[in-house]
C-alpha cells in the first residue's frame, strides 16, 4: 500500500467536496485532435446531490470519470474532497477512488468470476477492512439481496446486479458518488427501485451524489442540474448566471 500521507484532504475545504476548474480534455490520435470538454466549472458542496444531463456525446461520461479520478484531464483542475487529482499517478488516484468514492456504471461492471457477496467485500478488503464478510452481507441485506449472497453476476438479473452494484458503491461509505446512467439498462419498474434504493442509500449516508442521466424525471429529483452540450456546460440551475451570459433566457 502506497502512503495516503501525500494525498491527505486540505481540511479548510472540507465543505467543499467537489471543486471542477476550468477543464479541458482532449483525446488526440494521429493529427486528429477531439475536444471533448472545455471550460468546465462547478463546485459541490456535501450532501449536494447533482445531476449532469445533455445530448448523446455531449461529454457526460468522461465528465463524470473526471471528476471520479478514473480518468484525467488535459489541463484545469479536479478537487476531490480537498485532493487535487490533477498530477496524481494512477495508483495513487486509485487510492483516492478507493477513500472517497463509489461508481455505479449503466452496464453494472461486476466482476463476473465473484459471487454477488465477494464483488461487495472487493471495496472493504482493499480498505484493509475488519469484518469484511460481516459488513458486505448486511449491505446485500439492505438492497434485499441477502439470499443471493452465492450467486455470480450471470445469475442474477440487471436489476439485481444493479442492486448489488449500489451495495458495493456504498460498501466503502463513500464522500461522493458518481453514478453513469443506472437506470439506462433497467425497465421503468425496475429502473424505480433502484432509484428509490439510490436515494434512500444516499440520504443515510449523507453522501454526495452526481448522476448522469437521460431521463428528466430522475434529474428532477436531484437538487440541481447541469446540462452540457458539446463539452460546454449550457446551463446550471445551481449557477444561474451561465444561462443568463450564453443563452439569454433560462432553460432547464
Ligand atoms: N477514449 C476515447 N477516445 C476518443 N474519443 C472518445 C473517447 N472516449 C470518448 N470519446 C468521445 O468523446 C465524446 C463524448 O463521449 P462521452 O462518452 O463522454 O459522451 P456521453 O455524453 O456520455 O454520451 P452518451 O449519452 O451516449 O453516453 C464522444 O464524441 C466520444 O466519441
Ligand atoms: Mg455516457
Do not use: W
Not at 74 to 100: C, F, H, P
Not at 138 to 164: C, I, K, M, N, W
Not at 221 to 228: A, D, N, V
Request: charged share 20%; hydrophobic share 35%.
Amino acid at each position: 500500500m502506497l502512503a495516503l500521507s501525500s494525498i491527505k484532504p486540505n481540511t479548510n475545504s472540507v465543505s467543499t467536496i467537489l471543486e471542477i476548474n476550468n477543464l479541458r480534455k482532449t483525446y488526440d490520435s494521429g493529427d486528429r485532435h477531439l475536444t471533448v470538454l472545455e471550460g468546465i466549472n462547478f463546485k459541490l458542496q456535501a450532501g449536494d446531490t447533482c445531476s449532469i444531463v445533455g445530448p448523446s456525446g455531449s461529454g457526460k461520461t468522461t465528465l463524470l470519470g473526471l471528476c471520479a479520478g478514473l480518468d484525467r484531464a488535459s489541463s484545469g483542475s479536479v478537487i476531490l474532497n480537498g485532493v487535487t487529482l490533477d498530477n496524481l499517478s494512477e495508483d495513487k488516484r486509485a487510492q483516492v477512488r478507493n477513500q472517497y468514492v463509489g461508481f455505479i456504471f449503466q452496464n453494472f461492471q461486476l466482476i463476473p468470476t465473484l459471487t454477488a457477496l465477494e464483488n461487495v467485500m472487493v471495496p472493504l478488503e482493499l480498505r484493509g477492512e475488519r469484518n469484511v464478510q460481516q459488513q458486505a452481507m448486511e449491505l446485500l441485506a439492505r438492497v434485499g439481496l441477502a439470499e443471493r449472497h452465492d450467486h455470480y453476476p450471470t445469475q442474477l438479473s440487471g436489476g439485481e446486479q444493479q442492486r448489488v452494484s449500489l451495495a458495493r458503491a456504498f460498501s466503502n461509505r463513500p464522500t461522493i458518488l458518481f453514478a453513469d446512467e443506472p437506470t439506462g439498462n433497467l425497465d421503468e419498474e425496475t429502473g424505480e427501485k433502484v432509484e428509490r434504493l439510490l436515494f434512500d442509500l444516499n440520504r443515510e449516508a449523507g453522501t454526495t451524489l452526481v448522476l448522469v442521466t437521460h431521463d428528466l424525471e430522475l434529474a428532477e429529483k436531484t437538487q440541481r442540474i447541469i446540462r452540457i452540450k458539446g463539452g460546454h456546460v449550457v446551463s446550471d440551475t445551481g449557477a444561474p448566471e451561465i444561462v443568463q451570459q450564453q443563452n439569454g433566457a433560462p432553460q432547464l
